[in-house]
C-alpha cells in the first residue's frame, strides 16, 4: 500500500538517538521509520531530506491564548495563534483557562476554553487554574481530570488578580496528588514583589525601564523555596514555569535530587536576553514577568539549559501589541506583561543550543518537544516513533535568517528579538501527516486541531526513556 507521506535520506533527531533514514507517513501517524540503505517506499508525496534534520514537532507547554487578565485581553484567537505555532515548529501548543473574574469558576474558564479550541489549526491541550479554594474546588478539579485536564496552574503573586493564597496552594497541590495530576506554578514572592514595587514607585521609579528592580531574583527564589516545602509536604509534583535565574534551577535540581517530583521551565528571552534591554530605546517590548536579568544570569541559565538541569522550554505566549504596550509604559503596574513567542520558540531555542556541529541536538530535541510531551502525559507526542502522531520538523542547520527578514504570523506587531539572526527556521511542518509549512509557504489546514486528553502523571513517569516510543492505541477525543 502506498504511503501518504515520506521524508527520504534525513537524519532523524530524537531526545535520546539521531539516525539517517527515511519516515513513512500514513493516515496521520508515523507508520515506518526505514535505514537510509533501503529502498524509499511509493509514497503521494516525498520530500527530500538530504542535509536537513528531521525533529519531532514541538510540544509548548506554555501559552495563552486569547487571555484576559484584569483590564487587557492578548490580541490573538486560537486560529491565530495555532497557526503561528505551525509557521514555528510547534504542532501542539497546552492553554490554560484561568478565571477572567471572581464570578468565573476554574471550569466554566476550562470549559470555555475547551470551546475556543474548535478553531484551533494543531493540537491542544488545557491546564485548569485555581484562584480561590471553596468547598466546590475539590468538585471541579475531579471533573476536569475526567475531561482530560490533569494539570493547574497557580501564581504566588499578582494580588487582585490571579493570586491564589499559600492556603489554597496547600489544598490545591494536596488535591492534585489525590488526582495523580501535575501542579504548574508561577513563582514570585508577592509580598518582596510589592514591596519593591512600592519602594521604586515611592521616588517616580516606576516607568517599564525599571521593571527589573521591582521584581528582584531573591523574589523569584524565595517563592520557589516555599513552594518546593508545599511540594515535599502534600507528596505532589511540581512544575515551575519560566523559571529566570540558575538559583531558581538550583533550588529545583536539589530537591529532585531528595526525591522530589520537581521540574523546572525556561523561556527562549531568558537565554537569549539580558536586562540592557530595558535600557534601549524600546524597553516596552521587553515587558514581562520576571523580567530579564543581567548578563551574568542570562548566561548562567544558558548553561543550565544546556547542561541537562532544565527540563522544557515553552514560550510563555502572551499576545499584546504595541497600542496596549504603550498605552501604559509608564506606571508598569499598570500594562499588560507578557511576550509574543510561539513561532520564534524553535529558531530562539536551535541558535543557544545546538552547535555548528550539531552538537547539544538531542538535549534541544528533549526541551523543545520530548519532555514537554512526557510530563503534561501527552500520548502519541515528543518523539519520531513508529505508532506517534506524524507531528515533524525539517530544519536545514546550516541556514539561518534575521528575525526581521523572516515574516511572523503572531496576531501582533512587534517580537522581542527583533534585531537577532538566528539558525533552525523550519523549512518543512508536518502536522497529523499534512505539510503546514513548505517552500511555498505556510498553509492554512482550517480547523483541524484537536483537544489532547492528558494520562496520569504518574503513568507519564512510566513511559519508556526519553525519545523511545509508547504505543497510542487510539486518537485522543476531540473537542467538538
Given at each position: 500500500?502506498?504511503?501518504?507521506?515520506?521524508?527520504?535520506?534525513?537524519?532523524?533527531?530524537?531526545?535520546?538517538?539521531?539516525?539517517?533514514?527515511?519516515?513513512v507517513?500514513?493516515?496521520?501517524?508515523?507508520?515506518?521509520?526505514?535505514?537510509?540503505?533501503?529502498?524509499?517506499?511509493?509514497?503521494?508525496?516525498?520530500?527530500?531530506?538530504?542535509?536537513?534534520?528531521?525533529?519531532?514537532?514541538?510540544?509548548?507547554?506554555?501559552?495563552?491564548?486569547?487571555?484576559?487578565?484584569?483590564?487587557?485581553?492578548?490580541k490573538?484567537?486560537?486560529?491565530?495563534?495555532?497557526?503561528?505555532?505551525?509557521?514555528?515548529?510547534?504542532?501542539?501548543v497546552?492553554?490554560?483557562?484561568?478565571?477572567?473574574?471572581?464570578?468565573?469558576?476554574?471550569?466554566?474558564?476550562?470549559?470555555?476554553?475547551?470551546?475556543?479550541?474548535?478553531?484551533?489549526?494543531?493540537?491542544?491541550?488545557?491546564?485548569?487554574?485555581?484562584?480561590d479554594?471553596?468547598?466546590?474546588?475539590?468538585?471541579?478539579?475531579?471533573?476536569?481530570?475526567?475531561?482530560?485536564?490533569?494539570?493547574?496552574?497557580l501564581?504566588?503573586?499578582?494580588?487582585?488578580s490571579?493570586?491564589?493564597s499559600?492556603?489554597?496552594?496547600?489544598?490545591v497541590?494536596?488535591?492534585?496528588?489525590?488526582?495523580?495530576?501535575?501542579?504548574?506554578?508561577?513563582?514570585?514572592?508577592?509580598?518582596?514583589?510589592?514591596?519593591?514595587?512600592?519602594?521604586?514607585?515611592?521616588?517616580?521609579?516606576?516607568?517599564?525601564?525599571t521593571?527589573?528592580?521591582?521584581?528582584?531574583?531573591?523574589?523569584?527564589?524565595?517563592?520557589?523555596?516555599?513552594?518546593l516545602?508545599?511540594?515535599?509536604?502534600?507528596?505532589?509534583?511540581?512544575?515551575?514555569?519560566?523559571?529566570?535565574?540558575?538559583?531558581?534551577?538550583d533550588?529545583?535540581?536539589?530537591?529532585?535530587?531528595r526525591?522530589?517530583?520537581?521540574y523546572?521551565?525556561?523561556?527562549?528571552?531568558?537565554?537569549?536576553?539580558?536586562?540592557?534591554?530595558?535600557?534601549?530605546?524600546?524597553?516596552?517590548?521587553?515587558?514581562?514577568?520576571?523580567?530579564?536579568?543581567?548578563?551574568?544570569?542570562?548566561?548562567?541559565?544558558?548553561?543550565k539549559?544546556?547542561?541537562?538541569?532544565?527540563?522544557?522550554?515553552?514560550s510563555?505566549?502572551?499576545?499584546?501589541?504595541?497600542?496596549q504596550?504603550?498605552?501604559?509604559?509608564d506606571?508598569?503596574?499598570?500594562?499588560?506583561?507578557?511576550?509574543?513567542g510561539?513561532?520564534?520558540?524553535?529558531?530562539?531555542?536551535?541558535?543557544?543550543?545546538?552547535?555548528?556541529?550539531?552538537?547539544?541536538?538531542?538535549?534541544?530535541?528533549?526541551?523543545?518537544?520530548?519532555?514537554?510531551?512526557?510530563?503534561?502525559?501527552?500520548?502519541?507526542?515528543?518523539?519520531?516513533?513508529?505508532?506517534?502522531?506524524?507531528?515533524?520538523?525539517?530544519?536545514?542547520?546550516?541556514?539561518?535568517?534575521?528575525?526581521?527578514?523572516?515574516?511572523?504570523?503572531?496576531?501582533?506587531?512587534?517580537?522581542?528579538?527583533?534585531?537577532?539572526?538566528?539558525?533552525?527556521?523550519?523549512?518543512?511542518?508536518?502536522?497529523?501527516?499534512?505539510?503546514?509549512?513548505?517552500?511555498?509557504?505556510?498553509?492554512?489546514?482550517?480547523?483541524?486541531?484537536?483537544?489532547?486528553?492528558?494520562?496520569?502523571f504518574?503513568?507519564?513517569?512510566?513511559?519508556?526513556?526519553?525519545?523511545?516510543a509508547?504505543?497510542?492505541?487510539?486518537?485522543?477525543?476531540?473537542?467538538?
Amino acid at each position: 500500500m502506498s504511503a501518504d507521506l515520506v521524508i527520504t535520506s534525513v537524519l532523524i533527531a530524537n531526545a535520546d538517538s539521531r539516525r539517517a533514514g527515511h519516515v513513512v507517513v500514513a493516515d496521520g501517524r508515523i507508520s515506518r521509520i526505514l535505514d537510509a540503505h533501503q529502498p524509499v517506499p511509493e509514497a503521494a508525496r516525498i520530500i527530500d531530506g538530504t542535509g536537513k534534520i528531521l525533529i519531532p514537532g514541538g510540544v509548548d507547554g506554555h501559552c495563552h491564548i486569547a487571555q484576559v487578565t484584569g483590564a487587557w485581553r492578548t490580541k490573538d484567537d486560537y486560529a491565530v495563534t495555532t497557526l503561528a505555532a505551525l509557521a514555528g515548529g510547534t504542532t501542539t501548543v497546552m492553554d490554560f483557562g484561568i478565571p477572567a473574574h471572581a464570578g468565573e469558576t476554574p471550569l466554566a474558564a476550562a470549559e470555555a476554553k475547551l470551546a475556543m479550541i474548535a478553531e484551533a489549526r494543531c493540537d491542544v491541550g488545557l491546564h485548569a487554574s485555581v484562584i480561590d479554594w471553596d468547598e466546590s474546588t475539590a468538585g471541579q478539579l475531579a471533573a476536569l481530570a475526567e475531561r482530560g485536564i490533569r494539570s493547574v496552574k497557580l501564581y504566588t503573586t499578582n494580588r487582585g488578580s490571579t493570586m491564589a493564597s499559600m492556603d489554597t496552594i496547600v489544598k490545591v497541590l494536596r488535591e492534585m496528588a489525590k488526582l495523580d495530576g501535575l501542579s504548574y506554578v508561577h513563582a514570585e514572592h508577592d509580598a518582596l514583589v510589592v514591596d519593591a514595587t512600592d519602594r521604586q514607585a515611592a521616588t517616580g521609579q516606576i516607568g517599564i525601564e525599571t521593571l527589573p528592580g521591582t521584581r528582584p531574583e531573591l523574589a523569584e527564589e524565595a517563592s520557589v523555596r516555599e513552594v518546593l516545602a508545599v511540594a515535599e509536604y502534600t507528596g505532589a509534583p511540581v512544575y515551575f514555569v519560566h523559571q529566570s535565574t540558575p538559583g531558581a534551577v538550583d533550588l529545583v535540581s536539589e530537591a529532585k535530587r531528595r526525591g522530589l517530583r520537581a521540574y523546572s521551565e525556561t523561556c527562549p528571552h531568558y537565554v537569549a536576553l539580558h536586562d540592557g534591554v530595558y535600557n534601549g530605546p524600546l524597553p516596552e517590548f521587553y515587558a514581562c514577568c520576571p523580567p530579564m536579568r543581567d548578563e551574568k544570569t542570562m548566561l548562567a541559565l544558558r548553561a543550565k539549559l544546556n547542561d541537562g538541569s532544565i527540563d522544557t522550554i515553552a514560550s510563555d505566549h502572551s499576545c499584546y501589541d504595541l497600542n496596549q504596550k504603550r498605552e501604559r509604559s509608564d506606571d508598569l503596574r499598570l500594562m499588560p506583561h507578557g511576550l509574543p513567542g510561539v513561532e520564534t520558540r524553535l529558531p530562539v531555542t536551535f541558535t543557544h543550543m545546538v552547535g555548528k556541529n550539531l552538537e547539544g541536538l538531542e538535549r534541544f530535541v528533549e526541551v523543545f518537544s520530548t519532555a514537554p510531551a512526557r510530563l503534561n502525559a501527552l500520548a502519541g507526542k515528543g518523539s519520531i516513533a513508529e505508532g506517534f502522531d506524524a507531528d515533524l520538523v525539517l530544519i536545514d542547520p546550516a541556514a539561518s535568517a534575521a528575525v526581521d527578514e523572516v515574516p511572523l504570523h503572531m496576531g501582533t506587531d512587534f517580537s522581542p528579538f527583533t534585531g537577532h539572526t538566528l539558525r533552525g527556521w523550519p523549512q518543512v511542518v508536518i502536522s497529523a501527516g499534512q505539510v503546514v509549512r513548505d517552500e511555498h509557504g505556510v498553509h492554512d489546514p482550517g480547523p483541524v486541531g484537536r483537544f489532547i486528553e492528558q494520562q496520569p502523571f504518574s503513568q507519564s513517569l512510566a513511559w519508556p526513556a526519553l525519545g523511545a516510543a509508547r504505543p497510542v492505541e487510539a486518537h485522543p477525543v476531540e473537542a467538538r
